[in-house]
């Protein structure tokens, strides 16, 4: 199984794809991690540094390379993958699940931490609710599972699978 998990920041595609992923015993793969290897930096750093523009293009290579691997993997995106046609595309000729959130969800998961987010800074909810009312058509053109906020049992993500070996894509 090659898995690829978008939705918004915040959303747990990091966590429910590294339980998916030990569970599965495959590779778990992160762009936002891949990003910090590649420039050393955080991606709130090179965020700031580069901007959105260049951000986004180092992003969509750490995709590319994800797409290259030839096992089976788990791969969690960033947030704002899906706002590059080019990548739409590509995710939408493979497994690729929207970890899906309210936004109310997404407000209580991120309260301690927003201001630490590359996108939000000053007035961050505000901004929260204008980037999920933006990216919802997108993530939306994608079968949607939602994730419980607890701790994930073996039982849960055996549902999860279960849930996923059913869609059609």
């Not at 936002?32 to 965020?47: A, L, Q, T």
């Not at 309210?102 to 991120?110: D, V």
């Amino acid at each position: 199984m090659t898995l690829f998990l978008i939705g918004m920041p915040g959303a747990g595609k990091t966590y429910f794809g590294k339980r998916l992923s030990e569970y599965l015993k495959i590779k778990f793969y992160d762009t936002d991690k891949m990003i910090e290897c590649r420039c050393g930096k955080s991606v709130r750093e090179v965020f700031s540094e580069f901007g959105e523009r260049d951000f986004r293009k180092i992003e969509s290579e750490a995709l590319d390379y994800c797409f290259e691997i030839s096992e089976d993997i788990i791969c969690s995106t960033g947030g704002g993958i899906v706002e590059i046609q080019e990548n739409l595309y590509k995710l939408k000729k493979t497994k690729t699940i929207y970890i899906k959130k309210s936004l109310e969800e997404l407000e209580n998961r991120l309260r301690d931490e927003i201001r630490e987010r590359p996108l939000f800074g000053d007035a961050p909810f505000k901004k929260l609710k204008t980037l999920f009312e933006r990216r919802k058509g997108l993530y939306e053109q994608f079968p949607s599972i939602e994730i419980p906020s607890q701790e994930l049992s073996e039982e849960k993500l055996k549902e999860i699978i279960d849930e996923i070996n059913r869609i059609e894509y």
